[in-house]
């Protein structure tokens, strides 16, 4: 199986300043482990947060993110101006429980992208020079629990 060619995070900013990238994206950590999911307006990332979040992930932040750039590792922070609200559609804004503002990037999730592979190659992110992986998660049903234990666990090398 070929290794797709890993994508520069750079291609979702919204803004870039210097050793900094603004996204419109959601983030939750688990521990100090954080995970940014990407996606168009409407694709799920506020639903996949929520899902993270009752699985006892820690909100960074939702509908805008910044990605520090300016050390030897990405870091994902949370906007000054980041309230602790999460969108839930359909219910309403709802409280995101405990914040947490920084936390490593670990973990990029795409979810405007359907996954075709059953045993997908390694995908991967790149910024600042180093990659993370990336995950197509558009209809994934098992996305929520795969996460939260891949962060917690890892993941294999195919």
Sequence with gaps: MRTPP??????WAADQRPGRLSLHAS???????GVLILGASGTGKSHLTLELLSRGAR??????????IS??????????TATDLIECRGIGLLRGGPIRGRADLMLAIDLDRAEP??????????VAGVARPLIWGQG???LPTAVVHML???????
Aim: proline share 17%.
């Design 6 to 11: 890993p994508v520069p995070l750079t291609d």
């Design 27 to 33: 983030a939750a950590a688990l521990g100090d482990r």
């Design 59 to 68: 909100l960074i932040a939702d509908d805008g993110v910044w990605v520090d």
């Design 71 to 80: 050390g030897p590792a990405p870091f994902l922070e949370r906007p000054d």
């Design 117 to 126: 592979e059953r045993l997908p190659p390694r995908r991967m992110v790149t």
């Design 140 to 142: 994934h049903p098992t």
């Design 152 to 158: 917690r666990h890892g993941r294999e090398t195919p």
